[in-house]
Nanobody
Framework: QVQLVESGGGLVQAGGSLRLSCAAS????????MGWFRQAPGKERESVAA????????YYTDSVKGRFTISRDNVKNTVYLELNSLAPEDTAVYYC?????????????????WGQGTQVTVSS
């Protein structure tokens, strides 16, 4: 069982930056692939980024490539999402998720545990 708690969201102007953190409980954190998803009002939850248990492989959806960076610290049981060059269309609730699978995936169905989410609002 893994419990996930996100933090770091907030209100930022367009062009600004934020760093989201997701703290995980449980000694088996290092075994899980991790992902960040987001959900804007009236839209489906979409994958943003993902990272393998080792941190060696990552995935980004096209709209955030070059702007967002996912990383993890298996000693601190934490995964991060660095958000740069933010735009109003990045406004959403951001969720981290954990799944026990090989490789890296953006498939929501592969993730077993989810955090409560943290709001990111980007003003124009």
């Amino acid at each position: 069982q893994v419990q996930l708690v996100e933090s770091g969201g907030g209100l930022v102007q367009a062009g600004g930056s934020l760093r989201l953190s997701c703290a995980a409980s449980g000694r088996t954190f290092r075994r899980y692939g991790m992902g960040w998803f987001r959900q804007a009002p009236g839209k489906e939850r979409e994958s943003v980024a993902a990272i393998t248990w080792s941190g060696r492989s990552t995935y980004y959806t096209d709209s955030v490539k070059g702007r967002f960076t996912i990383s993890r610290d298996n000693v601190k049981n934490t995964v991060y999402l660095e958000l740069n060059s933010l735009a109003p269309e990045d406004t959403a609730v951001y969720y981290c998720a954990a799944g026990y699978f090989m490789g890296v995936t953006n498939d929501r169905e592969k993730y077993d545990f989810w955090g409560q989410g943290t709001q990111v609002t980007v003003s124009s």
